[in-house]
């Protein structure tokens, strides 16, 4: 899935890190991000990142 880096960083601003999937996916709630990261977000493994870039690397997996 291409998800644009800028949304998802826009998105992940305000995450205090380790961050659980869901700590990130209600940050990027409140950020309103869009659709395309949301369901990238919500996609994630269940696990700790230790910050953007982890979640960056793990997006880019899918």
Do not use: R
Request: glycine share 8%; hydrophobic share 35%; charged share 25%.
């Amino acid at each position: 899935m291409a998800v644009n880096p800028i949304e998802m960083q826009k998105a992940l601003g305000g995450v205090n890190y380790p961050a659980s999937k869901e700590e990130i996916v209600d940050q990027a709630s409140k950020h309103k991000a869009g659709q395309e990261v949301m369901q990238a977000l919500k996609s994630l493994p269940e696990k700790q990142y230790e910050s953007p870039a982890a979640i960056n690397k793990e997006v880019g997996k899918g």
